[in-house]
């Protein structure tokens, strides 16, 4: 039993990571990535909601009508965000001034949705509780690792400490462009370990 637990949680990270494997969340993704605390800033917000709203869904599965179920759920994950906010507000002003617009956009994240509905809406609270964390893990670590290499190329920089000097800068790095560059090759090494595994 624990180790169905504990390979719901292993799958979020691996096999259905969210970023790498099922491509979820790219808004997010590609647009908060400039630095690596901004990639784990909006990871661990969105690990927050994810967990709490699977909790919530999987505790009201039997008592939400089947018509009505995926307005319900918004309603579960916007109030989840708007608690998120204020805490974040209170507590994070920077990072969240950072983030922007991106905090409540979480209420409409596909991930969050597709959670609720895929896994918290036909299991017990535990295993969706272990799905919440599995999959925000996942998504944590991969914003934080697109993150990380967008701020160390762009701007020579790793969670705001200077590692390289201001003249190997490659500014496109930390600009649109390079969130899609970025992104294609971390999935490229991704897809490459997973096949040799394989």
């Known amino acids: 039993m624990i180790m169905n637990y504990f390979k719901t949680i292993i799958n979020g990270i691996v ?3 969210p970023t790498f494997v099922l ?8 647009a908060t990535t400039t630095s690596a605390v901004n990639g784990l800033g ?16 999987s505790l009201l599965k039997n008592l939400i ?12 994950i916007a109030s989840f965000v708007t608690i998120l906010q204020m805490v974040m507000q209170a507590y994070v002003p920077d990072l969240y001034k950072t ?8 209420v409409v994240n596909c991930i969050i949705l597709g959670r609720a509905e895929a896994f918290a809406a036909k ?4 295993a969706s509780i272990c799905d919440g964390i599995g999959i925000g893990i996942g ?27 201001s003249s190997m800068n ?29």
């Open 15 to 17: 096999k259905e990571n």
């Open 23 to 30: 491509l979820l969340g790219m808004c997010p993704t590609l």
């Open 42 to 57: 909006m990871g661990v917000a969105t690990m927050f909601v994810l967990i709490c709203s699977n909790t919530f869904i």
């Open 65 to 76: 009508p089947d018509g009505v179920r995926i307005p319900c759920y918004i309603v579960v």
């Open 99 to 106: 983030l922007g617009i991106f905090i409540p956009l979480i």
């Open 123 to 126: 299991n017990n609270v535990l």
């Open 139 to 165: 998504f944590t670590v991969a914003l934080t690792l697109l993150g990380f290499v967008r701020e160390l190329l762009g701007n020579g920089a790793v969670f705001g400490h200077q590692i390289l000097p």
């Open 170 to 198: 490659m500014l496109v790095f930390v600009l649109a462009p390079g969130a899609f560059i970025t992104l294609g090759l971390l999935m490229a090494i991704v897809n490459s370990v997973k096949n040799r595994k394989a």
